[in-house]
């Protein structure tokens, strides 16, 4: 039996304050709405029942976020693409914001068990004054339950389209990619944390941005498989690689709330879940 589900949330700016409607067809589902940092700001909580995906199952999420609101999203726990014995397994997110919004995309990671095939889609379409802090994180099987990633494929996709475009395949036989110094070097994770915008930034507010996430990487123990760029004047991106997710996700948390400060001047207010 194969999942398929969708979700659809819309958030608009009402009397000062981002309210989130949402429609949803399948296990897919908003588990809370919460404004921890008051009525500007909604932070919203996405589960998918099921734990994971098979071949077959397909997750598609649509948000928009209107004019002027600011959402946060993230989710209790990975994503998880279980073993495939032939069709794939789609992961396809859209994100679409109107001119003054701002949406922060932070989901936890998406696992690769051995043998899945799998693809993890996420676009994002931004309107001049729109702005995007995003984050993605894959790991590659469960090496320290002893489940390495030996078999199977991914395709990552992330795209912000006419700006920026990453797609690469992933393919477990590959091992050239997966243990070069010129690929992954052996690492079991890799992560990107990105500022996306409507239109272009000016060049001290991008420079400050870079400052900001090299200055944390100086003394953090990734450093050396860290770096931050910023390949076009709507986008800064930091990526890394990591023995496992842990050291690469408190990384991105750091570059996230340092971030949050110097491009919003807001303080960061960690999710009640990251801490449960």
Not at 14 to 41: I, K, M
Not at 102 to 118: D, F, H, S, T
Not at 176 to 181: E, I, W, Y
Not at 221 to 233: D, E, H, I
Request: hydrophobic content about 45%; aromatic content about 8%.
């Amino acid at each position: 039996m194969t999942w398929h589900a969708s979700l659809s949330l819309d958030y608009t700016l009402e009397a000062n304050r981002s309210v989130a409607r949402f429609v949803h067809d399948g296990p897919l589902r908003v588990l809370q709405t919460l404004y921890p940092e008051g009525d500007a700001v909604c932070h919203n909580i996405l589960v998918h029942p099921p734990g994971g995906l098979v071949g077959g199952d397909t997750l598609d999420i649509q948000v928009h976020v209107g004019r002027g609101a600011h959402a946060l999203i993230t989710t209790p726990g990975a994503t998880r693409f279980y073993r495939s014995e032939g069709e794939l397994a789609l992961q396809r997110t859209q994100l679409r914001l109107d001119a003054g919004a701002r949406l922060e995309w932070l989901p936890l990671e998406a696992i690769l068990y051995n043998g899945c095939r799998a693809e993890n889609r996420l676009s994002f379409e931004l309107e001049p004054g729109a702005e995007l802090l995003a984050w993605d994180i894959t790991a590659l099987g469960l090496p320290h339950a002893d489940q390495p990633f030996v078999r199977g494929s991914f395709c990552q996709h992330l795209e912000l389209p006419g700006v920026w475009l990453e797609r690469g395949l992933i393919a477990a036989s590959d091992t050239r990619l997966l243990n070069s110094p010129l690929g992954l070097a052996g690492q079991h994770c890799m992560a990107s944390i990105f500022f996306a915008t409507g239109s272009a930034m000016l060049r001290e507010r991008r420079q400050g941005a870079l400052d900001c996430a090299r200055q944390l990487l100086l003394a953090h123990p990734l450093s050396a498989l860290a770096g931050a760029t910023s390949p076009n004047p709507q986008l800064l991106v930091l990526r890394v690689l990591a023995p496992q997710v842990e050291p690469a996700l408190e990384l991105l948390q750091r570059v996230w709330a340092a971030w949050r400060e110097f491009l919003w001047a807001m303080r960061p207010e960690r999710p009640r879940i990251w801490a449960m």
